[in-house]
Nanobody
Framework: VQLQASGGGLVQTGGSLRLSCVVY????????IAWFRQAPGNEREWVLC???????YLGDSVKGRFTVSRDNAQHTVHLKIDSLKPEDTAVYYCAAERYIRIRKRCPRSYEYWGPGTQVTVSS
């Protein structure tokens, strides 16, 4: 079981990025996927999640700017980030947890993690 996040980069304030999380070794459709981020010197922060049925839950700091979607056929979850701010600078990680019995909700903990992708927003 592997996850691979990609799509990070250097972008100016106000710009946009689309991150992708591709899963390998399991069928995506039974898993909730979350995105976390960790800035230098900070603890890892939960950003948002998408449940098995596609319901989304976002942290207050990213509502209105972050959008998450899933494409089970392509084994991929996309994270679109608009109106980027310098405080969005962090390594972004995707994580997966099998949660097929509670399709509309997201779990609190995640078993599978991928290596992160760096997002840097210049002011």
């Amino acid at each position: 079981v592997q996850l691979q996040a990609s799509g990070g980069g250097l972008v100016q304030t106000g710009g946009s990025l689309r991150l992708s999380c591709v899963v390998y070794g399991f069928t995506l459709d039974g898993y909730a996927i979350a995105w976390f981020r960790q800035a230098p010197g900070n603890e890892r922060e939960w950003v948002l999640c998408i449940s098995v049925d596609g319901s989304t839950y976002l942290g207050d700091s990213v509502k209105g700017r972050f959008t998450v979607s899933r494409d089970n056929a392509q084994h991929t979850v996309h994270l679109k980030i608009d109106s980027l701010k310098p405080e969005d600078t962090a390594v972004y990680y995707c994580a997966a947890e099998r949660y097929i019995r509670i399709r509309k909700r997201c779990p609190r903990s995640y078993e599978y993690w991928g290596p992160g992708t760096q997002v840097t927003v210049s002011s």
